[in-house]
């Protein structure tokens, strides 16, 4: 009930595509959905975060759209560009502001 | 803003000795850091959470003699790992959350990398 389930394992996209990652959770207590970016050797930076009480948040390139009855929510980058290779973590947290993270994604885009 | 730092970024040690690695939010006041193990191509296990002047709580399966958290003061956490082998070699990262208008994020640190030989 804790898990929260990341896909795709690895994408590739072409320049300029659209990348798509998926989480899922079980846990209906979490309430803060934060997507991070991690480059290799480097601690994860934070993307975009959203709550529950919306449906979507953008943030220049990215966006979060998140399905409350589904309890999944995933991260869209437009345009995707080389400089975005890297791996995609999505978490969960609740109100101990602990977190609950997905698998990763590897991202590789393509010039 | 939201800046945390660690030192140091990586360090080699021998088999039996101790390693102190340091998480300071430079930018703002900590009320909660936590620690992470992080093996090369997995996710982030949370180890512990610490919050300031109180000890810390650790995860299941995580030693908690082995791995000694301080939280001393609101922008310093530090994570010992005493008589180190081999296995303990991962990357370890620490997170900060709390400081004004920053209720539910965690900033991390940039990581470090432990070798035990």
């Known amino acids: 009930q804790q898990q929260v389930k990341q896909s795709p394992q690895s994408l590739i996209v072409q320049k300029g595509g659209i990348s798509i990652i998926n989480c899922a959770y079980e846990n209906t207590a979490f309430d803060y959905f934060p997507w991070y970016q991690q480059f290799p050797g480097k601690g994860p930076a934070l993307l975009i975060a959203?709550?529950?009480?919306?449906s979507e948040k953008k943030e220049g390139r990215f966006t979060i759209s998140f399905n409350k009855s589904a309890k999944q929510f995933s991260l869209h980058i437009m345009d995707s560009q080389p400089g975005d290779s890297a791996t995609y973590f999505c978490a969960a947290g609740w109100g101990t502001y602990k977190y609950i993270f997905g698998t990763g994604t590897r991202l590789k885009v393509l010039a | 803003g939201a800046v945390v730092s660690q030192h140091p970024s990586w360090v080699i040690c021998k088999s039996g000795t101790s390693v102190k690695i340091e998480c300071r939010s430079l930018?703002?006041?900590?009320?909660?850091m936590f620690w992470y193990r992080q093996f090369p191509k997995q996710s982030l296990m949370l180890m512990a959470t610490s919050n300031e002047g109180s000890k810390a709580t650790y995860e299941q399966g995580v030693e908690k003699d082995k791995f000694l958290i301080n939280h001393a003061s609101l922008t310093l956490s530090t994570l010992t790992v005493t008589s180190a082998h081999p296995e303990d070699s991962s990357f370890y990262i620490c997170?900060?959350?709390?400081?004004?208008?920053?209720?539910?994020?965690?900033?991390f640190g940039p990581g470090t990398r432990l070798t035990v030989l």
């Open positions: 930018d703002f006041q900590a009320t909660t």
């Open positions: 959203i709550r529950p009480d919306v």
């Open positions: 997170s900060a959350h709390g400081g004004l208008g920053r209720t539910d994020t965690q900033y």
